[in-house]
Nanobody, 129 residues
Framework: VQLQASGGGSVQAGGSLRLICTAS????????VAWFRQAPGKEREFVASTSWLGTSAEYADSVKGRFTISRDNAKNMLHLEMNSLTPEDTAVYYCAADGTSSQDLARYTPERIQKITYWGKGTQVTVSS
């Protein structure tokens, strides 16, 4: 599976962005998928995940109620709707595919994150105050 993230940009606090991850390969629908982010000087961290069917989702506490993850397996696409953005959301956002469980992806340690099977190139999100 090859992944490509897009949709990042610069917004003011309180604004919204919609990230898109486009996948190629026939096995995209077999994997749970997730968004991670990495701010300068920090480890890559989990943001949100959804199962291979898209029937369950997990969110980091810092984004609950503001971000929504969704997938369209027919179109090989993953989305992240981000609302009420704050400067703390500034980071490079990455989409990833691994395993089948959204819950497992949400619990990955930093060491396990490094071993995720498929990554897309990141997209920069910058939120100004």
């Amino acid at each position: 599976v090859q992944l490509q993230a897009s949709g990042g940009g610069s917004v003011q606090a309180g604004g919204s962005l919609r990230l898109i991850c486009t996948a190629s390969g026939r096995t995209f629908s077999s994997y749970a998928v997730a968004w991670f982010r990495q701010a300068p000087g920090k480890e890559r961290e989990f943001v949100a995940s959804t199962s291979w069917l898209g029937t369950s989702a997990e969110y980091a506490d810092s984004v609950k109620g503001r971000f929504t993850i969704s997938r369209d397996n027919a179109k090989n696409m993953l989305h992240l709707e981000m609302n009420s953005l704050t400067p703390e959301d500034t980071a490079v956002y990455y989409c990833a595919a691994d395993g089948t469980s959204s819950q497992d992806l949400a619990r990955y340690t930093p060491e396990r994150i490094q071993k995720i099977t498929y990554w897309g190139k990141g997209t920069q999100v910058t939120v100004s105050s």
